[in-house]
């Protein structure tokens, strides 16, 4: 694993797209570096709407599967209003996040699956948050 590096940043705009799973909603990621990218999703979930903001690391498969693969982690925090026990409450916490991500050669298309877990500082965590997001890649020729 040491030797696995970032994927292109050529085949890396700013994306933007859907997610499905939880939460359920939009997603726009934006490459710093070869490998560093920060994510935001807005999304909603259980009578829950909430604002995640992540930093991510994503470490290139194409040496060890197919070009465009790749898996990522990271961490982050989120904020948002939850409807528990009878009242809208204001809930904020961290995040983590592991993936798998793939970008298509011929179409400025990427696939991802991850696994977000959630723990809130004022009600109960979300533990087994999945989903899978598409995402279109801007300015990418």
Not at 16 to 33: E, H, K, M, S
Not at 36 to 45: F, L, Q, R, S, T
Not at 68 to 85: I, L, P, Q, T
């Amino acid at each position: 694993m040491y030797d696995l590096k970032a994927q292109s940043t050529a085949s890396k705009g700013p994306q933007v797209g859907i997610r499905l799973g939880l939460p359920l909603g939009a997603t726009a990621r934006y490459f710093f570096t070869d490998a560093d990218a920060v994510e935001a999703i807005a999304g909603i979930y259980n009578e829950t709407f909430t604002v995640t903001g992540l930093y991510e690391r994503h470490f290139d498969l194409s040496a060890l599967t197919v070009q465009g693969f790749a898996w990522y982690v990271g961490g982050g925090a989120h904020m948002g209003v939850r409807k528990y026990e009878g009242s809208t409450k204001f809930i904020a916490g961290v995040d983590g996040i592991l993936g798998l991500d793939y970008n298509f050669a011929a179409i400025p298309l990427n696939l991802g699956l991850d696994w977000k877990p959630a723990v809130h500082f004022s009600t109960p965590s979300d533990l087994a948050s999945f989903a899978v997001s598409a995402r279109y890649i801007l300015n990418r020729k």
